[in-house]
């Protein structure tokens, strides 16, 4: 775990900065500095302050501020990100987990928190994504009521930050001296009750700051507690397959029809899946605020989350893929549909498996920041910020108990169709433990570290009244460490049959399996554990990076044919330097591999904002925009055969993903706190980055040293390989449109109303053999719909956030024969109301997933379900005090 570090450039520039400068700038820490913040204020208050945000900038951006974060019904940030146009979010547990803006996903989001970009991590379940080991953004780790203003930046400008081929996603803390009163205390109670898990949990937060008289010192904390019990329970078959041949059908009358229903599509592991999901999450910020004079400004900013979570799984299945006994189980009756998927299938002297995986799931996020700034004249200002993050995630306990049936003679029945599945094992029981034998445990405890150190400084100089000239620079120093280690032999039953088995029951969909315990097992064969646990090489890697990148922008005020026209021209040249860290397996002696990249990146950028009326502005943006290779692509770590010739390894001289982006809007705000906006965005994706074997190739092509040849192998440097790696392939396009609506009406109802339609077409393949299709994780069409009604004493709003289908594996990438691997839109909806008993008190009711929608992910153009589960409504009611 790396831990904060001041190094001596940075501590001597804080020295020299701190005592003149302070806050960054609006493109730095975003514009929750510069707007009131209001706690006592009312939804549609957050709302026209929302507006103004947006109507304001020059380039395409959206907020979300304090009182409707706090009011709306979300779980935590990613939830509270998804009501805002063009993001969608996917879901780990039933709450939101990693956001995708305009279709493209988590990796291409860059998240800055207080002005400084960080990386939050934590673990989920292999069905949502397990643990995280890119570049995404887990937002589950954070409560959204430790946040003032959430800010989505869909175009880009020289003065922001580089590093995002999709959006910049600003979270910010709130400013003491802004609240407006010498003391401020608000604080919230809530009783949570999930209709799955039938678990009743508590929720708080507080948030309290104060002033001193002359307003020149402020200072704020937020505290934020929720636990969360949740039961995940459905329907699963791990893939599809026809590439394994039944052996033995006796409801087929001859051999051609076996070899007709050996074309068709049979799930690999049918099973019923429980999940038991606790989690616990705490957050604190805390704020100094120092403003001696009008012209200088100091922030002291911290802030930290805790994560902690566990998560049981427990499966009853029937192994009908290879390596089970799958030639001796003989199917009895089957029904195939015209798509070639046996929807139905009865089998005879089958395998039966119960495995219950247990997970211990830590992430600790910490962030310390200082800015300052000053203005020096009325023409000339400056600002400086140095901040250092960390995000730790400790997964030390993932075990995994399997015990198999003995000799199940009897028949076992599944259904699935597109609209799920249910298994029948007729009349085997499947609850006694002596119907069972333990037959392996598996270990594999993991860690994931990320660390950002940023230090950046910034002029500002009025050329004239309506001329701005700003430049700056900035260093950023990036590590991510992962590591995985896993138990050596499996446990068999040479060495566990004198172990009598223990463990439970458990039930879902009407019946009753004995369950082997973990914990026992686990202590069982402890020392065997420890003295075969081995580093999974793979996943034994590291990435550094330093960034160093200067910018200049021009911006102005002023008129054009006597219309209002603002707007930015600018360069941002940024240089990245990659050290990538992995383990090479070069005949059967492992080495560490240190490769080194560098490459630099000139991004102009043009934002223009032009009122064309009192109450009409039309927008125009265009820039160059990059986003660094995924964590995963860059590892040096792999395994050289130079016997046959063969590398194989992830690619740390990888470039990254580049593009040219345009953007074009229309606003018309028609009315007080009313808008009709309409953007088409279109991006020219250079390249993307895909893996495939590359034949007869030189060893200096693989990037690597070549004194890892030190074997007795017969291929060296002269010679050409075969190499397996990421490479930068071909790109795409990327455009949609997006509308937003909103309005207040009668003056106590709103309606808020948006849509964005995404359209793509990358090359999944290479330029010789192109595989043309949409992005992945891309929704062509997402919505979001909200009502709400606000007087003096009562207030309700029910909201509905959907999106459509999207591809997880493109086509023609399928794994089994299938082609191509995708998750079904979700439509979740719901529900907020309060009461104000008086200027102080209020009560309130919160109703989250009403329609208890499930997680559907399916596989090939026909539609055969993987994952069918479902997650249970959430119901919160409590008590708010704010004085």
Same mark, same amino acid.
């Given at each position: 775990?790396?831990?904060?570090?001041?190094?001596?450039?940075?501590?001597?520039?804080?020295?020299?900065?701190?005592?003149?400068?302070?806050? %960054?700038?609006?493109?730095?820490?975003?514009?929750?500095?510069?707007?009131?913040?209001?706690?006592?204020?009312?939804? &549609? +208050?957050?709302?026209?302050?929302?507006?103004?945000?947006?109507?304001?900038?020059?380039?395409?951006?959206?907020?979300?501020?304090?009182?409707?974060? %706090?009011?709306?019904?979300?779980?935590?940030? @990613?939830?509270?990100?998804?009501?805002?146009?063009?993001?969608?979010?996917?879901?780990?547990?039933?709450?939101? &987990?990693?956001?995708?803006?305009?279709?493209?996903?988590?990796?291409?989001?860059?998240?800055?928190?207080?002005?400084?970009?960080?990386?939050?991590?934590?673990?989920?379940?292999?069905?949502?994504?397990?643990?995280?080991?890119?570049?995404?953004?887990?937002?589950?780790?954070?409560?959204s009521e430790l946040f003032s203003n959430l800010t989505v930046h869909k175009t880009s400008s020289a003065d922001l930050d580089e590093g995002s081929l999709g959006a910049t996603v600003d979270l910010n803390t709130g400013r003491p001296l802004d609240m407006g009163e010498d003391f401020t205390f608000a604080?919230?109670?809530?009783?949570?009750?999930?209709?799955?898990?039938?678990?009743?949990?508590?929720?708080?937060?507080?948030?309290?700051?104060?002033?001193?008289?002359?307003?020149?010192?402020?200072?704020?904390?937020?505290? $934020?507690?929720?636990?969360?019990?949740?039961?995940?329970?459905?329907?699963?078959?791990?893939?599809?397959?026809?590439?394994?041949?039944?052996?033995?059908?006796?409801?087929?009358?001859?051999?051609?029809?076996?070899?007709?229903?050996?074309?068709?599509?049979?799930?690999?592991?049918?099973?019923?899946?429980?999940?038991?999901?606790?989690?616990?999450?705490?957050?604190?910020?805390?704020?100094?605020?120092?403003?001696?004079?009008?012209?200088?400004?100091? /922030?002291?900013?911290?802030?930290?989350?805790?994560?902690? @979570?566990?998560?049981?799984?427990?499966?009853?299945?029937?192994?009908?893929?290879?390596?089970?006994?799958?030639?001796?189980?003989?199917?009895?009756?089957?029904?195939? +549909?015209?798509?070639?998927t046996i929807t139905s299938m009865t089998v005879d002297n089958y395998d039966l498996r119960v495995e219950h995986r247990f997970d211990e799931l830590e992430t600790k996020f910490d962030q310390f920041s200082i800015r300052a700034s000053h203005e020096f004249n009325d023409r000339l200002r400056g600002d400086?910020?140095?901040?250092?993050?960390?995000?730790?995630?400790?997964?030390?306990?993932?075990?995994?108990?399997?015990? +198999?049936?003995?000799?199940?003679?009897? $028949?076992?029945?599944?259904?699935?169709?597109?609209?799920?599945?249910?298994?029948?094992?007729?009349?085997?029981?499947?609850?006694?433990?002596?119907?069972?034998?333990?037959?392996?445990?598996?270990?594999?405890?993991?860690?994931?570290?990320?660390?950002?150190?940023?230090?950046?400084?910034?002029?500002?100089?009025?050329?004239?009244?309506?001329?701005?000239?700003?430049?700056?620079?900035?260093?950023?120093?990036?590590?991510?460490?992962?590591?995985?280690?896993?138990?050596?032999?499996?446990?068999?039953? #040479?060495?566990?049959?004198?172990?009598?088995?223990?463990?439970?029951?458990?039930?879902?969909?009407?019946?009753?399996?004995?369950?082997?315990?973990?914990?026992?097992?686990?202590?069982?064969?402890?020392?065997?554990?420890?003295?075969?646990?081995?580093?999974?090489?793979?996943?034994?890697?590291?990435?550094?990076?330093?960034?160093?990148?200067?910018?200049?922008?021009?911006?102005?005020?002023?008129?054009?044919?006597?219309?209002?026209?603002?707007?930015?021209?600018?360069?941002?040249?940024?240089?990245?330097?990659?050290?990538?860290?992995?383990?090479?397996?070069?005949?059967?002696?492992?080495?560490?591999?240190?490769?080194?990249?560098?490459?630099?990146?000139?991004?102009?950028?043009?934002?223009?904002?032009?009122?064309?009326?009192?109450?009409?502005?039309?927008?125009?943006?265009?820039?160059?925009?990059?986003? &660094?290779?995924?964590?995963?692509?860059?590892?040096?770590?792999?395994?050289?055969?130079?016997?046959?010739?063969?590398?194989?390894?992830?690619?740390?001289?990888?470039?990254?993903?580049?593009?040219?982006?345009?953007?074009?809007?229309?606003?018309?705000?028609?009315?007080?706190?009313?808008?009709?906006?309409?953007?088409?965005?279109?991006?020219?994706?250079?390249?993307?980055?895909? $893996?495939?074997?590359?034949?007869?190739?030189?060893?200096?092509?693989?990037?690597?040293?070549?004194? /890892?040849?030190?074997?007795?192998?017969?291929?060296?440097?002269?010679?050409?390989?075969?190499?397996?790696?990421?490479?930068?392939?071909?790109?795409?396009?990327?455009?949609?449109?997006?509308?937003?609506?909103?309005?207040?009406?009668?003056?106590?109802?709103?309606?808020?109303?948006?849509?964005?339609?995404?359209?793509?077409?990358?090359?999944?393949?290479?330029?010789? #053999?192109?595989?043309?299709?949409?992005?992945?994780?891309?929704?062509?069409?997402?919505?979001?719909?909200?009502?709400?009604?606000?007087?003096?004493?009562?207030?309700?709003?029910?909201?509905?956030?959907?999106?459509?289908?999207?591809?997880?594996?493109?086509?023609?990438?399928?794994?089994?024969?299938? +082609?191509?691997?995708?998750?079904?839109?979700?439509?979740?909806?719901?529900?907020?109301?309060?009461?104000?008993?008086?200027?102080?008190?209020?009560?309130?009711? #919160?109703?989250?997933?009403?329609?208890?929608?499930?997680?559907?992910?399916?596989?090939?153009?026909?539609?055969?379900?993987?994952?069918?589960?479902?997650?249970?409504?959430?119901?919160?009611?409590?008590?708010?005090?704010?004085?």
């Amino acid at each position: 775990m790396k831990t904060f570090e001041l190094k001596p450039l940075t501590l001597a520039m804080a020295m020299i900065a701190v005592p003149a400068f302070a806050q %960054a700038q609006d493109s730095q820490i975003g514009d929750a500095a510069l707007e009131e913040i209001t706690v006592t204020g009312s939804y &549609r +208050d957050s709302l026209s302050k929302a507006l103004d945000q947006k109507r304001d900038a020059v380039g395409s951006k959206d907020a979300i501020l304090a009182e409707d974060i %706090a009011d709306f019904p979300d779980l935590n940030l @990613a939830e509270s990100l998804q009501r805002i146009p063009g993001v969608a979010i996917t879901r780990d547990a039933g709450e939101g &987990r990693n956001i995708s803006v305009r279709g493209l996903g988590a990796q291409f989001t860059r998240v800055r928190i207080n002005g400084l970009e960080a990386v939050s991590t934590t673990g989920g379940a292999d069905s949502s994504g397990s643990t995280n080991r890119s570049r995404s953004f887990d937002f589950n780790t954070f409560a959204s009521e430790l946040f003032s203003n959430l800010t989505v930046h869909k175009t880009s400008s020289a003065d922001l930050d580089e590093g995002s081929l999709g959006a910049t996603v600003d979270l910010n803390t709130g400013r003491p001296l802004d609240m407006g009163e010498d003391f401020t205390f608000a604080a919230n109670v809530q009783a949570g009750y999930n209709s799955q898990s039938k678990e009743a949990d508590p929720r708080t937060s507080f948030l309290v700051a104060g002033q001193n008289e002359a307003g020149t010192i402020g200072w704020l904390a937020t505290y $934020s507690q929720s636990k969360r019990n949740v039961l995940e329970n459905g329907f699963s078959t791990v893939r599809w397959t026809a590439s394994e041949e039944i052996a033995n059908c006796s409801a087929c009358a001859d051999d051609a029809e076996l070899a007709a229903l050996n074309e068709g599509f049979f799930p690999r592991i049918p099973r019923y899946g429980k999940f038991t999901h606790e989690q616990e999450r705490q957050g604190f910020t805390g704020t100094l605020q120092f403003r001696p004079t009008d012209r200088t400004e100091i /922030l002291l900013d911290y802030l930290t989350s805790n994560y902690d @979570a566990t998560r049981e799984e427990e499966f009853v299945s029937v192994s009908l893929k290879d390596k089970g006994n799958f030639p001796e189980f003989d199917v009895t009756d089957y029904t195939m +549909d015209g798509n070639g998927t046996i929807t139905s299938m009865t089998v005879d002297n089958y395998d039966l498996r119960v495995e219950h995986r247990f997970d211990e799931l830590e992430t600790k996020f910490d962030q310390f920041s200082i800015r300052a700034s000053h203005e020096f004249n009325d023409r000339l200002r400056g600002d400086f910020v140095w901040g250092a993050s960390e995000s730790n995630f400790n997964n030390p306990m993932q075990t995994t108990a399997i015990v +198999d049936a003995i000799d199940v003679q009897n $028949s076992f029945t599944y259904n699935a169709t597109t609209s799920g599945g249910t298994i029948d094992f007729a009349d085997f029981d499947t609850a006694n433990p002596a119907n069972y034998q333990f037959v392996e445990l598996r270990h594999r405890p993991n860690t994931v570290d990320n660390s950002f150190d940023t230090v950046a400084f910034n002029l500002e100089f009025d050329l004239t009244d309506n001329l701005t000239l700003k430049g700056g620079f900035s260093q950023k120093e990036f590590e991510f460490d992962v590591a995985e280690n896993r138990a050596g032999p499996k446990f068999t039953d #040479e060495n566990i049959m004198a172990t009598a088995l223990q463990g439970g029951s458990t039930s879902l969909n009407g019946i009753t399996w004995f369950s082997p315990d973990v914990h026992s097992t686990l202590a069982t064969y402890r020392d065997a554990v420890d003295a075969s646990m081995e580093p999974r090489l793979r996943d034994i890697r590291n990435v550094q990076e330093e960034d160093a990148g200067y910018y200049a922008q021009l911006t102005w005020d002023a008129d054009v044919a006597g219309l209002p026209l603002r707007g930015n021209v600018g360069v941002r040249q940024v240089t990245t330097e990659v050290a990538s860290t992995g383990f090479q397996e070069v005949d059967g002696e492992v080495i560490k591999v240190v490769v080194g990249n560098e490459y630099t990146d000139t991004l102009p950028s043009l934002n223009l904002a032009l009122d064309v009326h009192e109450d009409m502005v039309v927008r125009f943006s265009v820039a160059d925009v990059m986003s &660094r290779p995924d964590l995963g692509d860059l590892t040096s770590g792999g395994s050289i055969d130079p016997y046959n010739g063969v590398v194989s390894y992830g690619n740390p001289k990888l470039d990254p993903f580049r593009a040219r982006a345009y953007d074009l809007s229309y606003e018309w705000y028609f009315s007080d706190d009313a808008v009709f906006a309409a953007a088409y965005f279109y991006k020219d994706v250079d390249t993307f980055i895909k $893996s495939d074997i590359f034949e007869d190739q030189p060893w200096s092509a693989t990037g690597l040293d070549a004194s /890892l040849l030190t074997g007795e192998g017969t291929y060296g440097e002269s010679d050409l390989w075969s190499i397996d790696r990421n490479f930068n392939g071909e790109g795409g396009e990327i455009e949609g449109v997006e509308l937003q609506y909103q309005q207040v009406f009668f003056d106590n109802y709103g309606l808020i109303l948006n849509y964005t339609y995404v359209d793509s077409e990358m090359n999944h393949g290479t330029e010789d #053999e192109p595989n043309y299709g949409p992005l992945t994780n891309q929704s062509k069409n997402s919505y979001n719909a909200t009502i709400y009604y606000e007087n003096e004493d009562w207030n309700a709003r029910i909201s509905y956030a959907a999106r459509s289908d999207y591809d997880t594996k493109p086509m023609g990438t399928g794994r089994n024969g299938n +082609d191509f691997e995708y998750t079904e839109g979700t439509s979740n909806v719901d529900f907020v109301a309060g009461y104000h008993l008086n200027d102080n008190w209020k009560l309130s009711l #919160e109703a989250i997933n009403l329609t208890n929608e499930p997680n559907r992910q399916m596989i090939d153009s026909a539609g055969r379900i993987v994952v069918d589960h479902t997650y249970g409504r959430q119901y919160y009611v409590g008590a708010q005090y704010k004085f």
